[in-house]
């Protein structure tokens, strides 16, 4: 079955960290860019952070400095290293790789 599975998802205080996994099964996405995007409550989905085949990476302002995506093509997987977290942070955080969705991981930041 082909599937993007997240996980690291949780409840965290302001100022703190999680790190999102993003693995995938049934393909092999060593070739492809790989996002982050989230959803939060009565918003429309937005970009997060993109890694390219090669390592390159991409980030929104609003997490610029703040967060770290990574890859792991061994692994089939996907991190995003979130550190210094805030409340606007919260939200459902969703893996893609055209044209494939997760199903996404909870992240709650409370202040």
């Known amino acids: 079955q082909v599937q993007l599975v997240e996980s690291g998802g949780g409840l965290v205080q302001s100022g703190g960290s999680l790190r999102l996994s993003c693995a995938a099964s049934?393909?092999?996405?060593?070739?492809?860019?790989v996002g982050w995007y989230r959803q939060a409550p009565g918003k429309q989905r937005e970009f997060v952070a993109l890694?390219?085949?090669?390592?390159?990476?991409n980030y929104a302002d609003s997490v610029k400095g703040r967060f770290t995506i990574s890859r792991d093509d061994a692994k089939n997987t996907v991190y995003l290293q979130m550190n210094s977290l805030k409340p606007e942070d919260t939200a459902v955080y969703c893996c893609?790789?055209?044209?494939?969705w997760g199903q996404g991981t909870q992240v709650t930041v409370s202040s």
């Open positions: 893609h790789v055209r044209p494939l």
């Open positions: 049934g393909i092999i996405f060593s070739n492809d860019y």
């Open positions: 890694i390219s085949s090669e390592g390159s990476t």
